[in-house]
């Protein structure tokens, strides 16, 4: 029998957390070495960050179900050990195929990582602990991406790309260990029919949508092809809601969609989402590509964009106290768009200084606009539905992160063809159109926002939120 310490329990979900967070981020500055090695282009090197995203946004629906089925210690256990074998096949990728074959292993684990183990803690801990239990093991989950990019960065420089992955194995290994002694093997009483069919025609139609938007980005995909896989993804989502609202136990309830909260803080999640998982894409490569930083020198000057991140969690709570989620989250969507696209203005001339305060801005004013919309997603949200909408609204932002990150990628691929970007130096003017691109598409998700009621009080002045940046 494990030994089921609480506070062990809380160690181990915290590791998890960890890991899952920080391989979102700390790939990103890796990209263009990665590139190098694997004989690619730089700019053509989105399906390594797509192929995690999409795979976590495809199984995170199952992961729940699986929980009550296998046992939170056998879904727990096996999530890590996905996670490191993805972990080792990638280390070992010697082509662009085999390294996003392997990052949808990787992204399997991951997937089950941050669900199986907040369930875990849930049944744990009584509900008047559990808000503080979760805080603690949040704490890993900023931490990630705040160290995520210069670490990769900085592993790049002094060993080899291959060792950003390789890191996860020891951890990994005390992961697995602590499975075993201290998780809980807590199931569902009875654990209900899964919506088998309505999760195949949602997962279809979400890679089908992100391949389509992959195949933009001259990724081999024939445009009749990316035509096709847009329209037949684009009908399976059609045919999931026609499906959801006639069978007794949905995948997601329709129900939720009665709720106009959640109806616009997904949505806005979904098209907001869309720029601002772009970014942590573009960023890296551009001061890499375009600036000539070094891997590590990109991972520092994201430092700025991630402590601002964190310093703007209260003020953003104070603000919606303030003026209310419609005016707050209409407000802050359009200077995210404007921030986005102003670094359309940045060049190899502009002031250090002035580089850092852009970086933080976005930073400060993108951690607010992820508060407010996952809260005001979920607040309204009835006893019964709080477990469908919360993995609902998880599987909804890391699809806009694949999405925001295929979208950029099909960005820079045309806009490198009509500037003629063939040279590293000219590469630029690709970036800065696609900076203002995915600018506008922020800017034009502020209608969504509009669309809540003008008085928005907060029903207990206690604003919380998911933490998946």
Not at 55 to 64: E, N, Q, V
Not at 66 to 95: E, P
Not at 372 to 381: I, Y
Request: proline share 6%; charged share 10%.
């Amino acid at each position: 029998m494990p030994n089921q310490s609480p506070r062990l329990l809380l160690w181990l979900v915290a590791l998890g957390f960890f890991m899952q967070t920080l391989d979102s981020t700390i790939v990103n500055t890796a990209l263009p070495a990665m590139a190098h090695s694997l004989g690619e282009r730089p700019l053509r090197m989105q399906s390594v960050v797509v192929a995690y995203a999409l795979t976590m946004a495809m199984l995170i629906p199952a992961s729940g179900w699986l929980a009550d089925r296998f046992g939170t210690r056998r879904v727990y256990f096996s999530a890590i050990a996905l996670f490191v074998a993805g972990s080792l096949c990638c280390a070992f990728a010697h082509n662009l195929s085999q390294l996003v074959a392997a990052r949808v292993l990787q992204g399997a684990g991951g997937a089950m990582l941050m669900p199986v183990g907040r369930l875990a803690v849930l049944r744990a801990f009584p509900r008047a602990d559990f808000l503080r239990a979760m805080s603690f093991v949040t704490i890993p989950a900023l931490i990630g991406p705040l160290i995520g990019p210069a670490l990769g960065g900085w592993i790049v420089q002094i060993a080899s790309w291959p060792w950003i992955f390789l890191i996860n194995v020891p951890v990994g290994a005390i992961g697995i260990i602590a499975t075993q002694r201290f998780m809980p093997d807590s199931r569902a009483v009875q654990s209900g029919s899964f919506d088998l069919s309505g999760y195949a025609m949602l997962a279809f139609g979400m890679v089908a949508v992100s391949l389509a938007l992959d195949g933009l980005a001259g990724l081999g995909i024939q445009t009749a092809t990316v035509r096709v896989l847009l329209v037949f993804g684009l009908a399976s989502i059609a045919a999931y809601a026609l499906h959801a609202v006639r069978v007794p136990q949905p995948l997601f309830s329709p129900a939720l969609f009665r709720v106009p909260t959640f109806s616009v803080g997904l949505l806005g999640n979904l098209f907001a989402r869309i720029g601002s998982g772009a970014m942590p894409f573009l960023l890296p490569l551009f001061l890499q590509v375009s600036l000539d930083y070094t891997p590590f020198e990109a991972g520092l000057a994201l430092l700025p964009m991630a402590i601002a991140g964190m310093a703007a969690k209260p003020v953003a709570q104070r603000l919606i106290k303030r003026i209310g989620y419609r005016h707050m989250l209409v407000g802050n969507t359009v200077l995210i768009g404007a921030v986005m696209a102003s670094f359309a203005l940045t060049s190899a001339q502009e002031p250090l200084a002035v580089r850092i305060v852009q970086l933080a801005t976005f930073g400060f004013f993108n951690s607010m606009q992820f508060t407010a919309m996952n809260t005001v997603a979920l607040k309204d949200l009835p006893e019964q539905h709080t477990s469908g909408g919360n993995s609902l609204l998880s599987m909804v932002m890391m699809l806009a992160m694949s999405l925001g990150v295929a979208t950029a990628g099909a960005l820079l691929a045309n806009f490198e063809d009509f500037f003629n970007a063939g040279v590293a130096a000219q590469t630029i003017n690709a970036f800065h159109a696609t900076f203002v691109t995915v600018g506008l598409i922020t800017l034009a998700s502020a209608w969504i926002f509009w669309q809540l009621s003008p008085d928005e009080p907060l029903a207990d002045g206690n604003v919380e939120h998911v933490e998946m940046g």
